[in-house]
């Protein structure tokens, strides 16, 4: 079992930065990749973008590309989103996922390729 939490959430101004963190804990060296998801009411959670534990390449959405950067800490088992050039259009609860899938085409598949679930933070972003 692998358990995640996040933090860092809150409510930002249209341009602003916010940085979102991830703690992992447990069996947590059997996880391929994280991944960052978010959910606006209404509507399915999306990928966000994701992080190869081992390596550190990552991939994007295309609506976060060049402003949204995904990094990770192993040794601290701590995974960060960076939120940069925030819109009103981000508002949404994000969410850290992990994944035992070993390819982009799986991590990029949607929520069911991952397998555990944080219990997500709000990100607002007022115009």
């Known amino acids: 079992q692998v358990q995640l939490v996040e933090s860092g959430g809150g409510l930002v101004q249209d341009g602003d930065s916010l940085q979102l963190s991830c703690a992992a804990s447990?069996?947590?060296?059997?996880?391929?990749?994280m991944g960052w998801f978010r959910q606006a009411p209404g509507k399915e959670r999306d990928f966000v973008g994701a992080i190869i534990r081992s390596g550190g390449r990552t991939s994007y959405a295309d609506s976060v590309e060049g402003r949204f950067t995904i990094s990770r800490d192993n040794a601290k088992n701590m995974v960060y989103l960076q939120m940069n050039r925030l819109k009103p259009e981000d508002t949404a609860v994000y969410y850290c996922?992990?994944?035992?899938?070993?390819?982009?085409?799986?991590?990029?598949?949607?929520?069911?390729?991952?397998?555990?679930w944080g219990q997500g933070t709000q990100v607002t972003v007022s115009s």
């Open positions: 996922a992990a994944s035992y899938c070993g390819t982009w085409q799986c991590l990029r598949g949607g929520p069911n390729a991952y397998n555990y």
């Open positions: 447990g069996r947590t060296f059997s996880i391929y990749a």
